[in-house]
């Protein structure tokens, strides 16, 4: 007995084919995405950690200066003596601890944009080093 067959319907055919190669397609860039940014974080994040720390110690570098530079106005305020010739003119002492702290908070202002930078770049990472920043901290202050 010959077993009869149908030819398959060729616009149902091409029709499963095109959607079957979209899905595809569109699967492997999902999964390449994936794949590549899996990659690049790998590639960044060690040297990522140690630049935001190099980072973080110029900031709070800039930090004490900035209350160093307060301290020294306030005790300049303090000391001066207005009419002695043996001392600084008050004026020029403040207006050069003035220019000081502005350069200071500008330098200040690019380090917090280099910060939020790493923060989008690996923040998992930083929130890691912030909270060991934060942990010696309280560990300083409380022994």
């Known amino acids: 007995m010959a077993v009869d067959r149908k ?6 055919t091409a ?30 994040t060690p040297h990522a950690r140690s630049a935001f720390r190099r980072v973080r110690n110029i900031y709070e570098a800039l930090g004490r200066l ?13 000391t001066r003596h207005t009419g002695s010739p043996d001392t600084l ?20 202002n ?4 280099a910060l939020e930078d790493w923060r989008d770049l690996v923040p998992d990472e930083v929130k890691q080093i912030e909270d060991q920043v934060q942990q010696r901290r309280q560990d300083q202050d409380g022994g």
Not at 7 to 12: G, K, R, V
Not at 90 to 103: A, F, P
């Open 7 to 12: 030819t398959p319907n060729t616009f149902a």
């Open 15 to 44: 029709l499963l084919q095109a959607i079957t190669l979209v899905f595809s397609t569109y699967g492997a860039y999902i999964f390449a995405k994936a794949s590549v940014e899996d990659a690049a974080r790998a590639l960044v």
């Open 66 to 78: 900035l209350e160093l530079i307060n301290s020294q106005s306030l005790s300049f305020n303090m």
């Open 89 to 108: 003119d008050y004026e020029s002492v403040r207006l050069t601890m003035l220019m000081l702290e502005r350069i200071i908070i500008e330098q200040v």
């Open 110 to 113: 690019t380090v917090d944009d």
